[in-house]
């Protein structure tokens, strides 16, 4: 039988297609040398073999039997263990044996998105001393690297070849040191450093963010293709207005010398299009005990914000079914400000909404961003803001995790009443300024500055050049100048609110 890669749509169909060519057993790329497992929960183990084949699978002390099914297919569960430093194999054999060593079991967490995730640490602030302190024997690190990268170039005939799901990404488990962790994500990195000070186990990082790709990259065709207002994105990519012009123009320079024709004959995809990370970095993961996800992801999806809205719940949604781990922990982040980011305040609302979805988490950063770079090299801050999400939510310490979140607005007379949750040690002012980036509206919706003052647990909103406010808002600028922050110092998630 014969195998052609560019008609192939996941790696699921790579892996079947391989097991009707060879009899030997396999396993997905993410079990390897120096992985860690997800303590406390069920463990699936999966891989291919030849239709009917006994497969033995032994994880340390355990053992298990399974038969790889008609399609060459089989997943077993192994039990749930605790944590643990102390290395351990996993053997799998039919007729052939692959043999995995250097396990530990701790917590392992996703972290995904578009460049700002994808961001190595070598290139971030302080970068070069953050990898020199990076020997860290407990923390191994899953790199998931595209190739070709979806910078501005022309791609090669080679790295066309590559422009399909099963090829695109490539990585394999290290444990961290200077050199491994210098380049993976630096958010990642020091999101996963902070959690291993101060949970004290194994930690496990798998990356996949891949520069520019937009929220519908990661959600599968299928799924898109049930909601009638997302089902359009699939269709016509290149000239597709509903995709963002940055994500076309640039899928058309690393496409130059390709017609349409061309590109829609040869099978070849661009890593923006919708499904394809869904079928790179998602299908060939799931369901891999792990314990969250950290998302950095947004700036190729502001021009559309009433999608995001579909979308960003879609693609929680999908992945919390196809890990099959209940509403497991999304941790995101919320775009910094950027002068450039025109539709950036609107998306950022977009981003507050969807704190609606159970279990979920959102890291502000509008104090952390660059006024002319989409990059920041700030990355510490964004880390720091993620570990204490995963702390609070995932681990459930008892500290504050958030900024203040508007809850209510109430309109009486010049005054407006902003009540908000994750107010501990009270509202304030960063660097004890009086407080600034509010703004109120009458009916003919023209905004106006605004004083702001604590009133217990509450803030008034009052201006002078409003008479009778129908609306409020927060930091609502591509790069507003804000500064209100709770007891813990972390910054309040800009808002805006209206008269009902």
């Known amino acids: 039988m014969q195998c052609i890669i560019f008609a192939l749509g996941t790696m699921t169909a790579l892996l079947l297609c391989l097991s009707t060519v060879s009899a030997e057993v396999t396993l997905p790329a993410v079990f390897g040398d120096h992985m860690v497992l997800q303590r406390n929960v069920p463990l699936p183990v999966w891989g291919t073999a030849s239709p009917g084949e006994n497969v033995s699978i032994a994880l340390g002390q355990e053992r298990r039997m399974v038969v790889a099914d008609a399609s060459g297919r089989w997943l077993v569960r192994l039990a749930p263990r605790p944590h643990s430093d102390e290395s351990i194999d996993l053997v799998v054999s039919a007729k052939n044996t692959v043999t995995i060593t250097d396990i530990l079991v701790g917590e392992v967490w996703i972290c995904s998105g578009q460049s700002n995730m994808h961001w190595p640490l070598k290139l971030a602030d302080n970068g070069d001393v953050e990898a020199a302190s990076s020997s860290l024997p407990k923390l191994r690190l899953f790199n998931l690297a595209g190739n070709p990268y979806t910078n501005s170039h022309e791609f090669t005939e080679e790295e066309l ?74 269709g016509n990519w290149l000239e597709n207005e509903l995709v963002s012009s940055f994500c076309r123009n640039r899928a058309r ?46 700036e190729s999806n502001t021009h559309q914000v009433a999608l995001h809205d579909q979308l960003f719940p879609l693609l929680i949604d999908e992945w919390r079914r196809v890990w099959g781990q209940g509403e497991f922990p999304f941790l995101y982040v919320q775009l910094p400000s950027l002068e450039a980011g025109v539709q950036w305040p609107e998306f950022r ?34 880390a720091h803001r993620l570990a204490l999400l995963a702390r609070g939510l995932a681990y459930r310490e008892d500290i504050e995790y958030s900024g203040p979140m508007l809850q209510t607005a109430t309109f009486a007379g010049k005054n407006v009443r902003l009540h908000f949750s994750h107010t501990t040690g009270g509202l304030m002012a960063r660097d004890n300024e009086a407080l ?28 002078s050049l409003v008479a009778e406010p129908a609306a409020v808002r927060y930091g609502f600028a591509p790069y507003p100048q804000c500064n209100l922050v709770n007891g813990a110092g972390i910054p309040a998630s800009p808002f805006r609110a209206q008269v009902n």
Not at 253 to 264: C, G
Not at 364 to 372: N, S
Request: aromatic share 8%; with cysteine.
């Open 436 to 463: 600034m980036g509010f703004e109120l509206a009458g009916k003919d919706d023209v905004f106006m500055p605004a004083e702001a003052r604590t009133d217990g647990a509450d803030l008034i909103v009052v201006s």
């Open 349 to 382: 609302e977009s981003q507050r909404r969807a704190l609606r979805i159970p279990n979920t988490g959102m890291a502000v950063t509008i104090d952390t961003g660059d006024p002319r770079d989409v990059h920041p090299r700030e990355k510490r801050e964004v």
């Open 161 to 234: 070849k590559n422009c399909v799901p099963e090829r695109y990404l490539t990585g394999s488990w290290a444990v961290s040191s200077p050199a491994v962790a210098a380049e993976f994500s630096a958010v990642g990195l020091l999101f996963g450093r902070e959690l291993l000070d101060k949970l004290n186990v194994p930690i496990g990082l798998i990356h996949n963010g891949t520069g520019g790709t937009p929220t519908e990259a990661w959600i599968s065709r299928e799924t898109l293709s049930t909601n009638p207002t997302l089902k359009p994105l699939l």
């Open 253 to 298: 320079s690393n496409f130059l010398s390709m017609t349409d024709q061309e590109i829609v004959s040869s099978g070849v995809r661009h890593p923006y299009h919708p499904g394809f990370m869904y079928e790179s970095a998602i299908a060939s993961l799931a369901p891999f005990a792990m314990r969250g996800v950290i998302w950095y992801q947004g």
